[in-house]
Nanobody, 122 residues
Framework: QVQLVESGGGLVQAGGSLRLSCAAS????????VAWFRQAPGKEREFVAA????????YGADSIQGRFSISRDNGKKMVYLQMNSLKPEDTAVYFCAAAQGQELRTSLYDYWGQGIQVTVSS
C-alpha cells in the first residue's frame, strides 16, 4: 500500500511556473506507476501525465504537451510535475495517484492523494 501527499500548489500569474511534488510512503514505491490528474470546477477529472519506475512517461491532453513535465526520484520516493507557461485554463485541483505495476495508464489508479489547488490568474 502507498500513501501520497501533494505539495507545491498555489497562485501564479499566467505565463508563470510551478512545480508540484508528490511524496509517497511505502517500501515498494519503485513498483508503482504514478500519475497526475486534475479537476477543474464543474469538469470531470482529467489525466495529466504518468511515469513508471524507469522514467518512461505518458502525457494526456494536447493542451499540456510541451509545457508540463513529469519526473520521479525513486530514492526519495518523490514524483514531480513541472508546469511552465501556465494558463488560466490550467486552474484546477491537482491529484497524485498510484497504481501497482509498470503499465503506463490513464485510468484505474488505486491510491490517491488529497489534492492541491493550482490557480492561474490572467
Amino acid at each position: 500500500q502507498v500513501q501520497l501527499v501533494e505539495s507545491g500548489g498555489g497562485l501564479v500569474q499566467a505565463g508563470g511556473s510551478l512545480r508540484l511534488s508528490c511524496a509517497a510512503s511505502g517500501r515498494t514505491f519503485s513498483s508503482y506507476v504514478v500519475a497526475w490528474f486534475r479537476q477543474a470546477p464543474g469538469k470531470e477529472r482529467e489525466f495529466v501525465a504518468a511515469i513508471k519506475w524507469s522514467g518512461a512517461s505518458l502525457y494526456g491532453a494536447d493542451s499540456i504537451q510541451g509545457r508540463f513535465s513529469i519526473s520521479r526520484d525513486n530514492g526519495k520516493k518523490m514524483v514531480y510535475l513541472q508546469m511552465n507557461s501556465l494558463k488560466p485554463e490550467d486552474t484546477a485541483v491537482y491529484f497524485c495517484a498510484a497504481a501497482q505495476g509498470q503499465e503506463l495508464r490513464t485510468s484505474l489508479y488505486d491510491y490517491w492523494g488529497q489534492g492541491i489547488q493550482v490557480t492561474v490568474s490572467s
